[in-house]
């Protein structure tokens, strides 16, 4: 089983929509938790924070459910310019971060 | 720039040959990662540094992969012998140690093996 796993998709949506992620984990240990997205042939960059109070940026919300082991992210009013690979990410403080395999998006018009 | 720097951005080698890759940090950060990734999927953990202290090496890295970061600043990662199923993007990531540890990446380098 691997460490953080998530729903390979690819999620198809129009432009509008709103559209959730999902992500498990399997180290109970772990404290620190991130969404990164990474484009077509580019590195993987940061797009927010994980916490169990939620974040919310704009139009991406992100949440937390320790007692699951689980990590959504929420994207509304999905444009174009979202389409990417979203991935889901835990760690140890001090240690480090396990990246999950990602979640496809494409949004289009 | 004064963001993750890797060079080269592409290798071409031929299996068995050795191969070296570098990675300068953000020059604050004391913290340096590589990490590994194929098609479709997502970065995969290879080793990682605080200062000049090589802290974790992935029980997936065989023998033939060593990473030094002899001043706590710029890092390499070399491959021996390479093989084909080496071909891979290597990404390394710098970051500032504490309780939240936000890793920022470079471009990475794309190493095909034929």
């Known amino acids: 089983r691997k460490e953080v796993e998530q729903d390979p998709g690819p999620f198809n949506v129009p432009e509008g929509a709103t559209v959730a992620f999902n992500c498990t984990y399997s180290n109970s240990a772990s404290q620190s938790f991130f969404w990164y997205r990474q484009d077509c042939r580019k590195e993987p960059k940061l797009l927010m924070s994980v916490y169990s109070s939620g974040n919310e940026d704009g139009r991406f919300t992100a949440q937390l459910n320790r007692a699951s082991q689980y990590i959504s992210l929420l994207i509304r009013d999905s444009k174009l310019s979202d389409s990417a690979t979203y991935l889901c990410?835990?760690?140890?403080?001090?240690?480090?971060?396990?990246f999950g395999a990602g979640t496809i998006l494409r949004v289009k018009s | 720039d004064t963001g993750v720097s890797q060079n080269p951005r592409h290798k071409i080698t031929k299996r068995g040959q050795n191969v070296t890759f570098r990675c300068d940090p953000i020059s604050e950060h004391n913290r340096l990662y590589w990490y590994r990734q194929t098609l479709g999927q997502g970065p995969e953990f290879l080793t990682y540094f605080q200062n000049e202290a090589q802290l974790e090496k992935s029980r997936l890295l065989s023998d033939r992969f060593s990473a030094e970061r002899p001043k706590g600043s710029f890092s390499t990662l070399e491959i021996q012998r390479t093989e084909q199923g080496d071909s891979a993007m290597y990404l390394c990531?710098?970051?500032?140690?504490?309780?939240?540890?936000?890793?920022?990446f470079g471009s990475g380098t794309q190493l095909s093996v034929l």
């Open positions: 990410v835990a760690g140890e403080y001090g240690n480090k971060l396990v």
């Open positions: 990531a710098s970051s500032l140690s504490g309780t939240e540890e936000k890793l920022f």
